[in-house]
């Protein structure tokens, strides 16, 4: 097994509980292994601080999982899958949820979502990536689905070395997966939606959303829906936008399942179409942003802001006074206070008086590990616009 000494003071993050190791921490190796194998992790000093699968082709070097005298076999794997779902379960969690988290479930790069009786499944680094077929038997035997898809046609499997891939891993999985969700039901693709075909995790903020929906609404990078679906039922019209013309297909067939006929659609790039609405003379009661993340990197940060920035100043321009302006960021290169201050900015620039309704954050099926702020990304503001 592989032995990887940190350098003099990198062991403090590790030790309170960050899982990532990265390669410039390193002050030697010692011992021989396969790549994705399991490694020893120690501090300078020889002290033992855990293990978990190397990946040199990585700059996360190590993931650990296993602090004690664990191993990685099958029965652990099942303990943990079954520890992790019974806490969704717990919550009420019972349709459509995250069953698995990474990170905080102390699976690292392992994603696993739930849509009714079919799951879609991420495996985002080498050592999870080798373990598959083990993986899947454990999500069988937990949650005997009709089918598992497999969803690591993502990005950031490179990092890892590794192709993307996708596919079906179990069972049979059709086009479409009927879910409910806040009791509205959503037909989700597995096989071609973002992410593992639907944003889970903004369900709890979809719901609270119907408090402000009223009048007229804004729908702005809308997806398949969700956000429209939840204010439609307690506002008078909803437009829906998007630059997918197959993402707004989904939002009328959403919309049609549910006997929802005050939803409009417009096919078009939200920026763009923002300004038209502001130089038509137009204004909604409800304005609601819910872009992808503007930045994948640190380094992309500051550019991210000035995006957000901009959606923020045109979208707040639009809303009637008194009304709401929903906004929110999925990245967590841009830290919360950072995204604050950019409301701030966006308040001051177009003149209107702002304040604070509600502030939220991702839901309780994607809980964020405190030892590790990457797993805490997602950032939900409503702000009252007088």
């Known amino acids: 097994m592989y ?45 033992y601080i855990g293990r978990g699968y190397i990946n040199h082709a990585s700059k996360i070097l190590v993931r650990i999982f296993l602090r004690g005298e664990e191993t990685d076999d099958k029965a652990l794997y099942h303990a943990r899958v079954h520890a992790a779902n ?25 994603i696993v979502d739930k849509y009714g009786d079919y799951l879609a499944v991420q495996f985002l680094s080498l050592g999870v990536y080798l373990r598959k077929k083990l993986i899947t038997e454990v999500l069988v035997e937990e949650f005997s689905p009709k089918g598992i898809y497999e969803r690591s046609d993502v990005a950031v499997r490179k990092k890892e070395g590794l192709p993307e ?3 079906l891993l179990y069972g049979e999985v059709p086009d479409l997966v009927e879910i409910e969700e806040n009791g509205l039901k959503m037909a989700v693709d597995l096989k071609n939606g973002q992410k593992t075909g639907y944003f889970l995790d903004q369900k709890e903020n979809r719901f609270a ?3 402000y929906a009223r009048g007229s609404v804004l729908d702005c990078f809308c997806n398949s829906g969700g956000f429209s679906l939840n204010a ?8 829906s936008l998007d630059a997918s013309a197959l993402a707004l297909e989904q939002v009328a067939r959403n919309a049609a399942l549910n006997g929802l006929s005050n939803i409009e659609t417009v096919c078009g790039d939200a920026f763009d179409l923002l300004r038209a609405y502001r130089a038509r003379g137009e204004r909604f009661d409800l304005v609601i942003l819910d872009p992808p993340a503007f930045c994948k990197t ?4 500051a550019d991210a802001i000035k995006g957000y920035l901009d959606i923020n100043v045109l979208g707040l321009k639009l809303v009637k006074p008194g009304g709401s302006l929903v906004s929110c960021s999925c990245s967590h290169y841009v830290s919360r206070s950072s995204f604050e201050r950019m409301l701030e ?5 177009t003149g209107r008086r702002v304040s604070l309704a509600e502030m939220r954050t991702q839901a309780p099926d994607h809980p964020a590990l405190l030892a590790s702020d990457e797993t805490s990304y997602l950032k939900f ?6």
């Open 86 to 110: 019974s806490y969704r379960k717990s919550l009420g969690y019972a349709n459509c949820y995250r069953a698995v988290f990474a990170e905080s479930d102390l699976l690292p790069a392992l």
């Open 209 to 211: 959303i119907r408090r």
């Open 345 to 349: 900015e966006a308040a001051r620039r």
């Open 232 to 239: 439609a039922l307690s506002a008078e019209k909803v437009v």
């Open 165 to 167: 891939e996708k596919g």
């Open 298 to 301: 640190a380094a992309e940060a």
């Open 3 to 47: 032995e990887i000494y940190l350098k003099k003071g990198e062991e403090k993050r590790v030790i309170a509980g960050h899982p990532w190791v990265y390669a410039n921490e390193v002050a030697r190796i010692e011992g021989k292994d396969k790549n994705g194998s399991l490694a020893t992790v120690r501090a300078f000093d020889g002290r």
């Open 381 to 386: 503001y409503v702000l009252r616009v007088e």
